[in-house]
């Protein structure tokens, strides 16, 4: 067969003012946390970029996240909590040489976040860093016929230790077994 080729990039650019957002409070005098209402507004500014590159039995891609997530104004400006400056992923798909067999492998970066880690010690809450990471899956699909389709999929496929929030540690790898049937 002819192998072709075609290559593509896409570039957007971003702003977003967000007003009243839900936010966590702490009530000293009660001892307990609830919502409210922010009082001043948000702001995300940013930019993805994405290459991709397909061929007759396969399809690479790259894609790239900036964002620059902020709070308040002046003074009272701060970062954003859990929203990396940098994300983005590298995908691979490839139709194997058996009729209906393929296969997609991807891995998702998470850039460097800030979160609040509460001492036991103390109610005073202090920022943290959060450490980058990669996260691997791989998927394998194979079309029975026209309605049937089989499959296999492995999340965190490198078994990756991660947190989105400090304290909660991000899921460990998972195997997933999947059929459909199109009408």
Do not use: C, M
Request: glycine share 6%.
């Amino acid at each position: 067969s002819q192998f072709s080729r075609q290559l593509s990039a896409d570039f957007s650019v971003f702003t977003t003012r967000l007003e009243n957002e839900i936010t966590s409070v702490w009530d000293s005098a009660s001892g307990l946390s609830s919502v409210a209402n922010a009082s001043q507004d948000s702001r995300r500014d940013g930019f993805e970029a994405s290459l991709q590159w397909v061929a007759d039995t396969w399809q690479f891609t790259v894609h790239y996240s900036y964002l620059d997530a902020t709070s308040g104004d002046g003074a009272d400006q701060a970062v954003e909590l859990r929203r990396p400056n940098h994300s983005g992923s590298v995908t691979y798909r490839h139709s194997l040489a058996v009729q209906g067999l393929s296969v997609y492998i991807k891995a998702d970066y998470t850039g460097v976040r800030q979160d609040i880690f509460y001492p036991p010690t103390s109610f005073s809450g202090e920022v943290v860093s959060l450490d980058p990471y990669w996260l691997t899956s791989i998927n394998v699909n194979y079309d029975w016929n026209q309605q049937w389709q089989f499959g296999v999929r492995v999340d965190n496929a490198l078994s990756e230790d991660y947190e989105d929030i400090i304290g909660y540690r991000g899921a460990k790898r998972r195997f997933l077994v999947h059929t459909s049937y199109r009408f």
